[in-house]
């Protein structure tokens, strides 16, 4: 039997709670994304301890499904199983990615960040279903992983990766077309959505431009 997952959206909202603007909760800055047509999110709130972590991913989780969207727990395995979630994203410090599908099995999604081509062909061995590149501008998540990367590599592993490629790290609305002319298959990002007024209005223009 064929395994039953596809990456079927171009658009990954990546949560951050502490982006949020004054008076707004993450999962009504979550609904709003989705009543703008957000296909696809990553709950990733590494302080959370186990237990809030669980009753967040249970929240998220019936909201995606009301709206038919993805969800993907990032580096948790165990609370991606008990949420019933489509899957994971796994980063450098992760379980390596093939452990990590023999526990998830055939059918549940994993992405795995990526900051060369070397992580890229290592993930797809592994038995990946796609990567984020990163990062590819400036942004405050991903300083510790040093200076942008820029245009010219994720280029460079858009064309090789044998997996699909988001592009991550200060993407925004107008950077949208310089990724995918890259060949990026779709972008992954936080503050273009949860930092946004309208959130609802961020997503739907992201969408437009995907």
Same mark, same amino acid.
């Given at each position: 039997?064929?395994?039953?997952?596809?990456?079927?959206?171009?658009?990954?909202?990546?949560?951050?709670?502490?982006?949020?603007?004054?008076?707004?909760?993450?999962?009504?800055?979550?609904?709003? !994304? /989705?009543?703008?047509?957000?296909?696809?999110? %990553? @709950?990733?709130? $590494?302080? =959370? #301890?186990?237990?809030?972590?669980? +009753?967040?991913?249970?929240?998220?989780?019936?909201?995606?499904?009301?709206?038919?969207?993805?969800?993907?727990?990032?580096?948790?395995?165990?609370? !991606? /199983?008990?949420?019933?979630?489509?899957?994971? %994203? @796994?980063?450098? $410090?992760? =379980? #390596?990615?093939?452990?990590?599908? +023999?526990?998830?099995?055939?059918?549940?999604?994993?992405?795995?960040?990526?900051?060369?081509?070397?992580?890229?062909?290592?993930?797809?061995?592994?038995?990946?279903?796609?990567?984020?590149?990163?990062?590819?501008?400036?942004?405050?998540?991903?300083?510790?992983?040093?200076?942008?990367?820029?245009?010219?590599?994720?280029?460079?592993?858009?064309?090789?990766?044998?997996?699909?490629?988001?592009?991550?790290?200060?993407?925004?609305?107008?950077?949208?077309?310089?990724?995918?002319?890259?060949?990026?298959?779709?972008?992954?990002?936080?503050?273009?959505?949860?930092?946004?007024?309208?959130?609802?209005?961020?997503?739907?223009?992201?969408?437009?431009?995907?």
């Amino acid at each position: 039997m064929e395994p039953n997952r596809c990456v079927d959206f171009r658009l990954l909202l990546i949560s951050d709670r502490n982006l949020l603007p004054p008076g707004l909760s993450l999962l009504n800055s979550v609904e709003q !994304a /989705l009543n703008g047509g957000l296909p696809a999110i %990553q @709950l990733r709130e $590494k302080d =959370l #301890p186990a237990r809030d972590l669980f +009753r967040l991913a249970e929240q998220l989780r019936d909201m995606t499904r009301r709206y038919g969207a993805r969800l993907l727990i990032n580096d948790r395995l165990d609370v !991606a /199983l008990a949420v019933e979630a489509d899957g994971v %994203q @796994l980063g450098g $410090k992760s =379980l #390596p990615t093939a452990a990590a599908r +023999r526990i998830l099995g055939p059918n549940r999604l994993i992405g795995c960040s990526c900051h060369s081509l070397a992580d890229a062909q290592q993930a797809a061995v592994g038995g990946a279903d796609f990567i984020t590149f990163s990062p590819v501008y400036f942004t405050p998540s991903k300083a510790p992983f040093g200076p942008p990367q820029g245009l010219a590599p994720l280029q460079a592993v858009c064309a090789a990766s044998p997996l699909p490629v988001f592009a991550l790290g200060g993407i925004h609305l107008e950077r949208v077309p310089a990724v995918l002319a890259c060949g990026a298959d779709g972008v992954a990002l936080i503050s273009a959505i949860l930092a946004a007024p309208d959130p609802q209005q961020a997503t739907r223009a992201l969408l437009a431009a995907l």
